[in-house]
Nanobody, 118 residues
């Protein structure tokens, strides 16, 4: 049974920083990418950043320059550091795991709430 668990969310003041963590466990055929998505109230879930087994990364324009995704796919672990947080970054942040043995959008965690407010 696959589990994806996020942690690190919380309340942050505007301009602040935080780091989210994600750990996946269970049986995988071959994880080739891990990613962070977020969903704000009343909005669709959107991609924030990806990291691939090659080590390459990509970012949504909305967080480029403020976010850093890192981790070790071989250890099923990924992090998201975000700086200069703004109220519009408030959302539930989800970790996504893409495995060669899983069709569709891969595995998802339950999410961790990030609230940016003074």
């Amino acid at each position: 049974q696959v589990q994806v668990v996020e942690s690190g969310g919380g309340l942050v003041q505007p301009g602040g920083s935080l780091t989210l963590s994600c750990k996946a466990s269970g049986r995988f055929v071959g994880i080739y990418a891990m990613a962070w998505f977020r969903q704000a109230p009343g909005k669709q879930r959107e991609r924030v950043a990806d990291i691939f087994s090659t080590g390459s990364t990509s970012y949504a324009d909305s967080v480029k320059g403020r976010a850093t995704i890192s981790g070790d796919i071989g250890k099923n672990t990924v992090y998201l550091q975000m700086n200069s947080l703004q109220p519009e970054d408030t959302a539930v942040y989800y970790c996504n795991v893409r495995d060669a043995g899983k069709a569709g959008n891969g595995y998802w965690g339950q999410g961790t709430q990030v609230t940016v407010s003074s």
